[in-house]
Antibody, heavy 123, light 106 residues
Framework: EGQLLESGGGLVQPGGSLRLSCAAS????????MTWVRQTPGKGLEWVSS????????TYADSVKGRFTISRDNSKNTLHLQMNSLRAEDTAVYYC????????????????WGHGTLVTVSS | EIVLTQSPATLSLSPGERATLSCRAS??????LAWYQQKPGLAPRLLIY???NRATGIPARFSGSASGTDFTLTISSLEPEDFAVYYC?????????FGGGTMVEL
C-alpha cells in the first residue's frame, strides 16, 4: 500500500479558491487512478472527483462540477484539486485516495488514504 | 444515482459478539461494493472489496456477502479494536456513492 499526504486546506471566504495537493510515495504513482473524497465534520463520506492514471479521464460529482478541477503531475507524484467559487457546503475534510490495483480506467476501490486536510469556507 | 442505505444506524454490541451490518443498493450494482472501517480522527480503511474479498491484512473475522442488491458485512467475533463506523461504497456506476454508515458501539 502507498502513502499519501494532503496539504493546502485552510479557511477561505465564500467565493474564494483553494488548491489542494496530495503527495504520493511508496508506490508507482503513474500506474494508479486517484480520487478525492470529502467528509463533512461529523457526517459521512462523499465522493468528489476521480482521475485515471494518465489523466485522460476526469469525473466529478454534480455538486462540484464546473467549480473544481482534478489534475495530476506524474513527474512529481502529486495529485491536485483546484477548488473555485467555494461555498459553505464545501466545508469538509478532503481525503485523497489511491485505487487498490493499477488498472487503466480505474477500479474505484481505495486501499490507501491520506490523513485528510480540512477546508473551511466561512466569512 | 445509486443510493446505498445502511442499517442499522447504530449497533450496540459487546466484545466477542457477532456483528451483522447491512447495505442495500437502490438498483443493481453487480458485486461492485466495498466496505470501509473508520475510527475517530482517522481515514477510512478498506476491509472488503467486490462484495466478498478481504483486503490485504484484514483479519478473517471480517467477511462480506451479497444477495441481489443486499450486501452484508459480518464480523464474526468483535474485538475491542472493531468498534468504529463502517461504510459501504459502490463502484458500479458514476457517481460513486457511499452509504450513510453504521456505528458499531460498545
Amino acid at each position: 500500500e502507498g502513502q499519501l499526504l494532503e496539504s493546502g486546506g485552510g479557511l477561505v471566504q465564500p467565493g474564494g479558491s483553494l488548491r489542494l495537493s496530495c503527495a504520493a510515495s511508496r508506490f508507482t504513482f503513474n500506474n494508479y487512478a486517484m480520487t478525492w473524497v470529502r467528509q463533512t465534520p461529523g457526517k459521512g463520506l462523499e465522493w468528489v472527483s476521480s482521475i485515471t492514471n494518465n489523466g485522460d479521464r476526469r469525473t466529478y460529482a454534480d455538486s462540484v462540477k464546473g467549480r473544481f478541477t482534478i489534475s495530476r503531475d506524474n513527474s512529481k507524484n502529486t495529485l491536485h484539486l483546484q477548488m473555485n467559487s467555494l461555498r459553505a457546503e464545501d466545508t469538509a475534510v478532503y481525503y485523497c485516495a489511491k485505487d487498490r490495483i493499477p488498472e487503466y480506467g480505474g477500479i474505484w476501490t481505495f486501499d490507501s488514504w491520506g490523513h485528510g486536510t480540512l477546508v473551511t469556507v466561512s466569512s | 444515482e445509486i443510493v446505498l442505505t445502511q442499517s442499522p444506524a447504530t449497533l450496540s454490541l459487546s466484545p466477542g459478539e457477532r456483528a451483522t451490518l447491512s447495505c442495500r443498493a437502490s438498483q443493481s450494482i453487480n458485486i461492485y461494493l466495498a466496505w470501509y472501517q473508520q475510527k475517530p480522527g482517522l481515514a477510512p480503511r478498506l476491509l472488503i472489496y467486490d462484495a466478498y474479498n478481504r483486503a490485504t491484512g484484514i483479519p478473517a473475522r471480517f467477511s462480506g456477502s451479497a444477495s441481489g442488491t443486499d450486501f452484508t458485512l459480518t464480523i464474526s467475533s468483535l474485538e475491542p479494536e472493531d468498534f468504529a463506523v463502517y461504510y459501504c461504497q459502490q463502484r458500479n456506476s458514476w457517481p460513486l456513492t457511499f452509504g450513510g454508515g453504521t456505528m458499531v458501539e460498545l
